[in-house]
């Protein structure tokens, strides 16, 4: 029977907004994790919002496959009897399973796997923490033994529907305004800066309660056995980021630990995806992987061995709306195709009354999600990193755009991904754009 136990931490709606990914926040429990562990600097999201992403991480297959293309608490479940989830998956092999916080990949937490669910006072980190906590104390006064799986999630850093920005301030306490670093994909306007601002006090709150989990192993002689794997679902919610599938969307933070499996204070290079995450760690425990995972372990690479993927791919199906895209991306390139063009700007940003910024009153930003841009595009990560210039009609990157038009249709075919049989570009009619447009404050 397999000695090591696993903890997955899932954070929301944080995208790689943590200092060991170049960030001004500040995340020293995430340092001190990232000089114990690994970080894997260029890792996706399969989804762009909660529980499509979710599902990847537990099932190690895509949305489409597993069944999970939209929201839990709009109707979508994983489908468990084709898919078992990782809970289920290590029950099997011994694992007593544990879920703290919430869940967000099916109804009924049962029916992935968990056979004990720990109630906190509410899913914000602290009151999870703290429940986490005294349930890893008593174990070991108990002197209980085999091996366990705990999943935890928290409601950090996830926008709470509280005005001005979301973010709950008698939890976080906003930062210092000149230590705002506004990412290349997001509009650089005040507003943002003042979200941001609240944002990084959320992370703050969130890095303090992890780093409590972190001094709890220590103290219970866990950490030498135990993996702790933290991650987030999906890109942070910002405009270009959660909810679209561009890297401010669906590029996110994974960091992990595994005393004597993988090397300390490694940085992994290689791209990763959230469906690797069940391979990984059916690699680092020695156990048999399931039939029918799509994803790979990155466990090579990140005890430096070459090798690794060449292409991530990426999917979105329903959001707040059906709005189907996939995506291919390199090291450098991304292809997007998109199957449906026919909404209107409020439909684009799911969490657009969140923000402060009413960002339909910018034209620039109009203009880029107008129902006028090509159902295709095509971005240089190293010269556009913000992905706002689409290439899609440049000549002199056609062979770019044949390689990853062609990866993204084998992927297709043989993930037997219905999005192949999708034809059905409607624009908005140009009158009606321009006439929403061109509205005056007011109107």
């Given at each position: 029977m397999p000695r090591t136990?696993?903890?997955l931490f899932t954070a929301h709606d944080l995208g790689d907004f943590l200092s060991t990914y170049g960030h001004p926040t500040s995340t020293p429990s995430f340092e001190r994790f990232a000089r114990e562990g690994i970080v894997c600097e260029r890792h996706f999201s399969q989804g762009t919002v909660c529980s499509p992403s979710r599902g990847s991480i537990v099932t190690g297959c895509y949305p489409h496959t597993n069944g999970l293309m939209g929201l839990v608490h709009r109707g979508w479940a994983l489908d468990v009897s084709r898919r078992?989830?990782?809970?289920?998956?290590?029950r099997a092999h011994g694992y007593r399973t544990h879920l703290f916080g919430f869940q967000h990949e099916h109804y009924d937490a049962e029916s992935l796997g968990y056979q004990e669910r720990h109630a906190a006072a509410n899913h914000h980190a602290d009151h999870v923490v703290d429940e986490l906590l005294a349930w890893l104390r008593g174990r070991r006064r108990s002197r209980t033994d085999g091996p366990f799986f705990i999943g935890v999630g928290t409601a950090e850093t996830h926008r709470i529907g509280m005005n001005p920005s979301g973010f709950k301030h008698e939890l976080y306490e906003p930062v210092d305004r000149d230590r705002v670093l506004v990412p290349p994909w997001m509009p650089d306007i005040p507003e943002i800066r003042e979200d941001l601002v609240d944002f990084y006090g959320c992370i703050a709150f969130l890095d303090r309660q992890f780093g409590r989990l972190l001094d709890a192993l220590?103290?219970?002689?866990?950490?030498?056995?135990?993996?702790?794997?933290?991650?987030?679902?999906?890109?942070?919610?910002?405009?270009?980021?959660?909810?679209s599938v561009y890297d401010g969307g669906v590029k996110v933070a994974l960091q992990m630990r595994a005393p004597g499996l993988l090397?300390?204070?490694?940085?992994?290079?290689?791209?990763?995806?959230?469906?690797?995450?069940?391979?990984?760690?059916?690699?680092?425990?020695?156990?048999?992987?399931?039939?029918?995972?799509?994803?790979?372990?990155?466990?090579?690479?990140?005890?430096?061995?070459?090798?690794?993927?060449?292409?991530?791919?990426?999917?979105?199906?329903?959001?707040?709306?059906?709005?189907?895209a996939r995506w291919v991306r390199t090291s450098r390139f991304k292809y997007i195709r998109?199957?449906?063009?026919?909404?209107?700007?409020?439909?684009?940003?799911?969490?657009?009354?969140?923000?402060?910024?009413?960002?339909?009153?910018?034209?620039?930003?109009?203009?880029?999600?107008?129902?006028?841009?090509?159902?295709?595009?095509?971005?240089?990560?190293?010269?556009?990193?913000?992905?706002?210039?689409?290439?899609?009609?440049?000549?002199?990157?056609?062979?770019?755009?044949?390689?990853?038009?062609?990866?993204?249709?084998?992927?297709?075919?043989?993930?037997?991904?219905?999005?192949?049989?999708l034809r059905n570009d409607l624009p908005m009619p140009r009158d009606t754009y321009e006439a929403v447009r061109n509205r005056q404050p007011g109107d």
């Amino acid at each position: 029977m397999p000695r090591t136990n696993v903890i997955l931490f899932t954070a929301h709606d944080l995208g790689d907004f943590l200092s060991t990914y170049g960030h001004p926040t500040s995340t020293p429990s995430f340092e001190r994790f990232a000089r114990e562990g690994i970080v894997c600097e260029r890792h996706f999201s399969q989804g762009t919002v909660c529980s499509p992403s979710r599902g990847s991480i537990v099932t190690g297959c895509y949305p489409h496959t597993n069944g999970l293309m939209g929201l839990v608490h709009r109707g979508w479940a994983l489908d468990v009897s084709r898919r078992p989830a990782l809970p289920s998956l290590l029950r099997a092999h011994g694992y007593r399973t544990h879920l703290f916080g919430f869940q967000h990949e099916h109804y009924d937490a049962e029916s992935l796997g968990y056979q004990e669910r720990h109630a906190a006072a509410n899913h914000h980190a602290d009151h999870v923490v703290d429940e986490l906590l005294a349930w890893l104390r008593g174990r070991r006064r108990s002197r209980t033994d085999g091996p366990f799986f705990i999943g935890v999630g928290t409601a950090e850093t996830h926008r709470i529907g509280m005005n001005p920005s979301g973010f709950k301030h008698e939890l976080y306490e906003p930062v210092d305004r000149d230590r705002v670093l506004v990412p290349p994909w997001m509009p650089d306007i005040p507003e943002i800066r003042e979200d941001l601002v609240d944002f990084y006090g959320c992370i703050a709150f969130l890095d303090r309660q992890f780093g409590r989990l972190l001094d709890a192993l220590d103290e219970t002689g866990l950490s030498d056995r135990t993996i702790v794997l933290f991650t987030t679902d999906h890109g942070a919610s910002f405009l270009h980021g959660k909810a679209s599938v561009y890297d401010g969307g669906v590029k996110v933070a994974l960091q992990m630990r595994a005393p004597g499996l993988l090397p300390a204070g490694r940085r992994v290079g290689a791209l990763t995806a959230h469906i690797d995450v069940l391979p990984t760690l059916f690699d680092l425990l020695e156990l048999p992987l399931p039939a029918g995972i799509e994803g790979q372990s990155f466990a090579a690479q990140a005890r430096g061995e070459e090798g690794g993927r060449r292409f991530v791919f990426g999917e979105k199906n329903y959001t707040n709306y059906y709005d189907p895209a996939r995506w291919v991306r390199t090291s450098r390139f991304k292809y997007i195709r998109k199957g449906l063009c026919t909404n209107v700007f409020d439909f684009v940003i799911p969490e657009l009354e969140l923000q402060r910024a009413d960002f339909r009153r910018l034209r620039s930003v109009w203009d880029f999600y107008s129902p006028r841009r090509h159902t295709e595009e095509l971005y240089d990560l190293e010269t556009d990193p913000g992905e706002r210039r689409n290439l899609i009609a440049d000549a002199s990157r056609s062979a770019q755009l044949a390689e990853l038009r062609a990866a993204l249709d084998r992927h297709l075919e043989a993930t037997d991904d219905p999005f192949r049989f999708l034809r059905n570009d409607l624009p908005m009619p140009r009158d009606t754009y321009e006439a929403v447009r061109n509205r005056q404050p007011g109107d």
